[in-house]
């Protein structure tokens, strides 16, 4: 069931080129996490810099966490644990526990490896907030075992975590993880940047400016971004239908004058 969420890199189809406006961040983390890994053989040499146990990615929704951490993982050649942590919580009283554990076990087999866990804050929340016996069992677990990681320095696996709510995580979490970084929502440039690379390949009418559809485009996210040039799109096939229609039933009645190049200017 585990090793269901298990993503090698060659299958992981996102790769830095894909992240738009983050290069600051993207470059951070490309030094902090990705080089270590890499290239571990210099880096094991010195006690100063060593490839992260913990990294944690903060940010509000739909601005490119879930993005960055499958990036690291194609770029670090790790292997990539998609946790899902409803499937801990479901499980019965003892099997979540075994399943925290044997999260571990399986990621340090496969080391290097990463164990990402989208909300976070949803699982490793501050302790005493009405958790049930289990889950809190369940968290000392998965804490012992992120200790021994820790504490191992020829273990290269390494505990990624993604979330919108920080303040709720527990502050014993925070101190695990040694690496945290903010992923903003756009600004204007970086709103451009992202439009950019989404339309990359479309063909646009020659009108459209994406310079001002970023600037109007404030408190967008990527993902909104995103939804945004598919809603044009299908607004846009609409548009072509509703001319191609109107097309074949002037055609039935023998009325039909225009090309469907034509309707296609039609529409602009
Ligand atoms: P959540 O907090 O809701 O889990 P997230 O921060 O993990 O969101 P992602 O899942 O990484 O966000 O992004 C959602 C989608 O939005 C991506 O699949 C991508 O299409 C688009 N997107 C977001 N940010 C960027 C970006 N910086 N560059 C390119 N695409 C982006």
């Not at 490119?64 to 670090?76: E, N, S, Y």
């Not at 075994?98 to 490896?113: D, I, N, R």
């Amino acid at each position: 069931m585990i090793a269901s969420l298990l993503v090698t890199p060659d299958d992981i189809d996102v790769s830095w080129a894909d992240i738009a406006g983050l290069d600051a961040v993207v470059n951070e983390l490309r030094e902090s996490v990705v080089m270590p890994v890499r290239h571990r053989d210099l880096f094991s040499r010195s006690q100063l810099c060593q490839a992260p146990k913990g990294v944690l990615l903060h940010g509000p929704p739909g601005c490119g966490k879930t993005l960055i951490a499958k990036a690291i993982a194609k770029d670090a050649g790790m292997r990539f644990i998609n946790l899902d942590v409803s499937v801990l919580k479901d499980k019965w009283y003892g099997e979540s526990l075994k399943l925290a554990s044997a999260v571990f076990t399986l990621a340090q087999k496969l080391e290097p490896c990463i164990i990402f866990i989208d909300e976070i804050e949803s699982f490793l929340r501050v302790r005493g907030s009405g958790d049930h016996e289990a889950t809190a069992m369940m968290k000392t677990q998965f804490m012992i075992r992120w200790d021994g990681l820790i504490s191992n320095a020829n273990a290269c696996v390494l505990v990624l975590g993604a979330t919108n709510r920080p303040q709720d995580l527990d502050k014993a979490i925070l101190r695990r993880m040694s690496l945290q970084f903010y992923i903003e929502a756009p600004r204007d440039c970086q709103r451009l940047e992202i439009l950019q690379l989404i339309l990359q390949s479309e063909q646009l009418h020659p009108s459209v400016n994406l310079k001002e559809l970023a600037r109007l485009a404030t408190g967008f996210s990527g993902s909104d971004l995103r939804e945004l040039c598919r809603h044009a799109f299908i607004c846009r096939m609409r548009q072509i239908m509703r001319g191609r229609n109107q097309t074949e039933s002037e055609s039935e009645l023998g009325l039909a004058k225009t090309e469907s190049e034509e309707e296609f200017k039609d529409c602009e």
